[in-house]
């Protein structure tokens, strides 16, 4: 059984129930389409919004992280859980999701997903590549069937950052909008959402035994 459903959902106002969903130990598989945005309902901020990014109700940049899904979902310890962004790594996606397949339990697939509320060309769109790149975003995946094997069973498959973190969220309407009417907040708010993304990577390396 595969469940699909955005990051509103996922992240927030059905979070109770995928939540519960995931405890069950079910062989049940969940991927969600992460835009960071409630995009099908007029683009509100949701949980999944990072710091900085402007939103219905956050139109002065959103004040605080993003919530780290799949590493909630990794607590549980049963749970097979994956980072992907086809833009970036098509092979790793499907590893993921044949891994997720093929697990004997719950999944979680969270794939990024860049949308029109993001102000970008989505007919040449590179911004899966970008956010990867500059790490904005990571791609990892994380197997329970590891550990009866004795060995990790968190995968970092993004390699270290080599693009411009803050040339990237600038470049993005919902962030490059705050930087023309509140510039001065904007520099504290892009500024901490780089030291936040920085963090992931050095905690999700650390897991990773890097």
Known sequence: IWIF???GWAYDIGYGGLDHVLAQDEDVNVLVLDTEVYSNTGGQASKSSP?????????????????????????????????VGMGANQA???KALTEAEAYNGPSLVIAYAPCINHGINM??????????????????????ALIEEGKNPFTLDSKDPTGNYQDFIRSETRYASLAKTKPEIADTLFERSEEEAKARVEKYKNLAGK
């Open 123 to 144: 007919g040449k769109s590179q911004e899966i590549k970008r956010a990867v790149e500059c790490g904005y975003w990571q791609l990892y995946r994380y197997n329970p």
């Open 51 to 83: 710091t900085g990014a402007v939103a219905k109700f956050a139109a002065a940049g959103k004040r605080t992280k993003k919530k780290d899904l799949g590493m909630m979902a990794m607590n549980y310890g049963y749970v097979y859980v994956a980072q």
């Open 5 to 7: 459903g955005g990051d």
């Open 92 to 94: 790793q996606l499907v």
